[in-house]
């Protein structure tokens, strides 16, 4: 999966020692280098970065404005 990733990119992820099982979000970081190899990701909300291992990549975050959005009635 990692070659796949791309940094600055927000994935959904999960992880049984550092989120206790539950979906989160993170970003792939290269706050350590721009060599894949020093890639980092980081909890979204935290300071927190851990190894890309130590997470199941479930699927990236799609960007809102690729969603449909309805629009409410006036």
């Not at 290269?30 to 935290?46: K, M, P």
């Not at 404005?65 to 309805?70: A, K, T, V």
Request: aromatic content about 10%; hydrophobic content about 40%; proline content about 3%.
């Amino acid at each position: 999966m990692m070659k796949s990733l791309v940094p600055g990119c927000f994935y959904w992820a999960r992880s049984a020692s550092h989120t206790s099982g539950q979906t989160t979000i993170v970003q792939v970081s290269t706050v350590f280098g721009e060599d894949r190899d020093f890639w980092t990701l980081a909890v979204l909300g935290s300071d927190q970065h851990h190894m890309i291992g130590d997470f199941e990549i479930i699927s990236i975050v799609e960007p809102l404005d690729s969603l449909q959005m309805n629009q409410a009635a006036e």
